[in-house]
């Protein structure tokens, strides 16, 4: 066939159309109709962006979904700061029933060393991810730092003259104080492939939040025992845009950055919807400063 | 089609340059000897071709508008990637200041805009540089295009956006005899049939390349397609089909040569990572000497020039894991160089022997 100019043009604008086009219905798809979940969030999720090196240049704004896990590696009782800017872990939850559900081979696991190492090296999976705000997650998390405080101010109390038992009792109190008011909310609390099946079993859409995510094999070492778990890895969409008509609320909260651990820091809430294809936006800013 | 036109009348420019300074020098030697009439008729007839190549294609006509067409070349490549990136950044400039409609809008007027700037310097452009410029920002203003809407509207990535950027990137090729956007779409079906044959065994499509054997289908696909279609007026393009098909099948058996524990075969018992390892390194000799055979055999320049740069690595390689530590270094530079000249003795019986077959065939 002749490749006229005429037809290379017709040929490349019909192409550049078309996948506009089917890009533009997947986002109208995504959209219509009711949500999958709608979470009004905080700045405790919504990480809003640093502007730092090349993101200086950039003048478009998207906000980071901050989710936390509480972790495999952590002992029973132990607080882990994992809260603050942290994304992705090792969940407790995730055992080897849940790996082989998974898709992932957990037969291997049984033949001992190489057994196991042919575990790990599987490549991570897409999975379905379930994430649920302020719920007994974050309790534990909360009551995990209250302890810890405890422990630490009795330590002090304890051993009066030091300053080292002192000093983590002061960073302890600190911790508990970034979980009470910073730290994010939000828990991975279950993964599945059917998210149908996930949507039942967490029906309140507007606690729930269901995103897809990547999962890596892990084994994980704790009293001696090695246990076969899966590191997730992160969700599919990082970042979540901020439209143009959003944005001005926003820019007032990124105005106000925290200066000092004890500074207040910006304050926002904003109500995030995810869509029929699992993919997020920002759908309102109820309050900013 | 006029456009790939251009890099036959170039060959044929460089042919009749070596025609005539032959036949000055048989001429000079006595060998042949035109009269006149047959010489004037020979240099209006050339002079008729290359005038007419000249005002279509804006051919080089001598060695010095050869030398200056390579930095022409270069220039144009440096300033087709500059301006790619350019455009890249300008709209990461500015993009935050538009709503949404208007972002969608813009980045598809760049796209379709750039698209049609291309065909129109196309129809002006005999020497085929600014079209080359035009050509990598039409390409970049699509990727651009794509990957801007899933950031826009918090689009999950797909392996699927690699379809039709190499379509597009295929079309300014052929439609503009582009050997740069040819490499582009090449790049972008090697990515999405690698992330496909790991997403059938269930792998995340973006960790596809954790299994090099992945990259094993698209070699075999490459390197057959100039051979199952034929280029022949598109100087180049079977070329770096080919090469490209070499380096998804030798890259692969080089990274797992040293890495078997990526391997696909690692997850059977019976195969340990060093036998894995050792597999993948006879194997890589084994490939990369076939290519050089075969290469030698069809006169194929780029396949034998890649069977031989990886031959050597393979051999460098193994050299070094076997000697390096336990060997003065001044011994085992030795070896390499000793290596090196028993490799042109041996190209030089190859070249030889292909000499001998082709005068006996003719």
Known sequence: ?289 | MDTPLRSEAQRRADEIGIFQAELARLDAEGVLRLDAAQQQAVREHHAALLAGFAGRFDIDRDLQAKQLSLGMRVASFLGALALAASVFFLFYQFWGYFDETAQVAILLGAALGSMGLTVWIRTRDASGYFTKLAALVAFACFVLDLSMLGQIFNITPTDRALIPWAALAFLLAYACDLRLLLAAGICCVIAFVSARVGSWSGIYWLHAGERPENFFPVAALLFAFPALVAHRHLTGFASIYRVFGLLCLLVPMLVLGHWGYGSYLADYEGFATRTIEGGYELAGFVASALAIWLGARRQWPDTVNTGITFFVIFLYTKFFDWWWDVMPKYLFFLVLGLAAILILLVLKRLRRVGQAAGEGAR
């Open chain 1, 1 to 289: 066939m002749k490749l006229t100019p005429w037809k290379t043009f017709a040929a490349g604008a019909l192409l550049i159309l078309l996948a506009n086009a089917v890009a533009l219905t997947g986002v109208y798809l995504n959209r219509s109709g009711e949500p999958d979940s709608r979470l009004t969030l905080s700045q405790r999720e919504l990480t809003l962006p640093w502007g730092w090196g090349m993101a200086k240049e950039n003048s478009g704004m998207a906000l980071r979904l901050n989710w936390r896990i509480i972790d495999a590696g952590a002992s029973a009782g132990e607080y882990f700061d994992g809260g603050f800017g942290f994304s992705g872990g090792t969940p407790e939850w995730l055992d080897t029933a849940r790996m082989a559900a998974l898709g992932f081979d957990t037969a291997a696991l049984a033949e001992g060393n190489e057994g196991r190492r042919r575990f790990e090296r599987q490549l991570p999976r897409e999975i379905v991810l379930v994430l649920e705000l302020a719920g007994p997650a974050w309790q534990q998390a909360l009551e995990r730092a209250q302890q810890n405080a405890a422990r630490h101010e009795a330590a002090r109390l304890a051993n009066a003259d030091s300053k080292e038992f002192a000093a983590k009792a002061k960073r302890a109190q600190e911790l508990l104080k970034r979980e009470e008011t910073q730290n994010s909310r939000l828990f991975a609390i279950d993964a599945g492939l059917d998210r149908t099946a996930l949507r039942a079993k967490y029906p309140d859409r507007s606690r729930f939040l269901i995103l897809k995510a990547t999962l890596r094999p892990r084994l994980v070492v704790r009293d001696k025992t090695t246990r076969a778990t899966g590191y997730v890895t992160a969700l599919a969409v990082t970042q979540i845009n901020v439209p143009h008509a959003l944005r001005p609320l926003l820019e007032t909260a990124q105005g106000t950055r925290r200066r000092t651990a004890d500074d207040a820091g910006p304050h926002f809430e904003a109500t995030l919807a995810v869509g029929r294809r699992l993919e997020p936006w920002l759908e309102s800013v109820p309050a900013a400063r």
